[in-house]
């Protein structure tokens, strides 16, 4: 079932906060933001790459409304399609958090704020030109909030942090990752199907991203 645009923005906003919210939670003594996190980032780079979910969409957004009939799921296709350089991908996260600066609370804070006002004053067929193509504001949203819930919590789990992403985030981040799990390939649903339904368990490392 498709969501309403206003529940896809409430979900964008949410995430956004609890993304700050982590950020002010791990700057604390000793804040070791130089640590490692996940993969080859350290945590500044794992927070500048959880900030360009917010970041692309200001970037993105153009005057005037779109005809387009993408769905979020037609977004991940197209990124996956265009084969975007693994190296490239995190070096953009590294200098993200670089372009931060020393007090990465209060640059997250003012990214936050500035990005949800800004989506909060735009209709859900706003044009977003992305590198993969145009796509409406609605259908490009949930895409960003899916990268908002699980980023932050690899950022929760690697600071030993509790506590659960805001329920309308979840559940979005959810019906996106539901969406994925349907465009999965053929070859790929008979492990689905039992993984699911509890009769087995997928392989380490399997994604449907």
Do not use: I, N
Request: aromatic share 6%; no cysteine; glycine share 8%.
């Amino acid at each position: 079932m498709d969501e309403s645009f206003e529940t896809v923005r409430d979900a964008f906003g949410a995430a956004a906060r609890w993304f700050a919210e982590t950020v002010h939670e791990l700057d604390r003594p000793p804040a070791p933001w130089e640590a490692p996190a996940l993969g080859e980032w350290s945590r500044r780079d794992l927070v500048g790459h959880t900030s360009r979910a917010l970041l692309t969409v200001e970037q993105y957004l153009r005057p005037g409304s779109s005809e387009s009939v993408r769905r979020s799921v037609d977004y991940h296709r197209a990124v996956r399609g265009g084969r975007a350089d693994p190296d490239e991908v995190a070096e953009r996260g590294r200098q993200a958090g670089r372009d931060l600066g020393a007090d990465l609370p209060e640059s997250v804070d003012v990214v936050v704020r500035r990005v949800t006002r800004l989506v909060a004053g735009r209709a859900a067929d706003a044009r977003v030109e992305t590198p993969v193509g145009e796509w409406r504001l609605a259908a490009y949203l949930p895409t960003r909030v899916l990268e908002l819930v699980v980023h932050t919590s690899d950022l929760r789990t690697v600071g030993g942090l509790d506590g659960p992403a805001p329920e309308v985030a979840s559940r979005q981040a959810l019906v996106v990752l539901g969406a994925l799990v349907a465009d999965a390939p053929s070859a790929d649903a008979p492990r689905l199907l039992t993984a699911l339904t509890g009769r087995s368990a997928l392989a380490a490392g399997y994604t449907v991203l």
